[in-house]
């Protein structure tokens, strides 16, 4: 079992900056990817990024490219998303998950590859 903590979230104007953090416990020896999601009031959750165990895969959804970053500190069993130059529509509550794998270069853009969630850190951006 792995247990996931988000925090970070918070209100932040359109242009600014927000780190959130996802704390892993339990069973973290690894490997395990990482992935963070959102949801929209009304919407579907939707992929945002994702990191392999060895951090040398990422991927982006096309909406946040360029502008967020995941990244992951195995030592902490922490993962990272730097989210830069926010946008209203980036407005969510964020979530992390993970996938036990067998290699650590797996990674995954869709919901059903992960097998653990936390339980979301809100996210408001104003215009």
């Known amino acids: 079992q792995v247990q996931l903590v988000e925090s970070g979230g918070g209100l932040v104007q359109a242009g600014g900056s927000l780190r959130l953090s996802c704390a892993a416990s339990?069973?973290?020896?690894?490997?395990?990817?990482m992935g963070w999601f959102r949801q929209a009031p009304g919407k579907e959750r939707e992929f945002v990024a994702t990191?392999?165990?060895?951090?040398?895969?990422?991927y982006y959804a096309d909406s946040v490219k360029g502008r967020f970053t995941v990244s992951r500190d195995n030592a902490k069993s922490t993962v990272y998303l730097q989210m830069n130059s926010l946008k209203p529509e980036d407005t969510a509550v964020y979530y992390c998950?993970?996938?036990?794998?067998?290699?650590?270069?797996?990674?995954?853009?869709?919901?059903?590859?992960?097998?653990?969630w936390g339980q979301g850190t809100q996210v408001a951006v104003s215009s």
């Open positions: 339990g069973r973290t020896s690894g490997p395990y990817a």
């Open positions: 998950a993970a996938q036990p794998t067998s290699t650590s270069s797996y990674s995954s853009r869709w919901t059903y590859g992960y097998s653990y």
């Open positions: 990191v392999s165990w060895s951090g040398g895969s990422t």
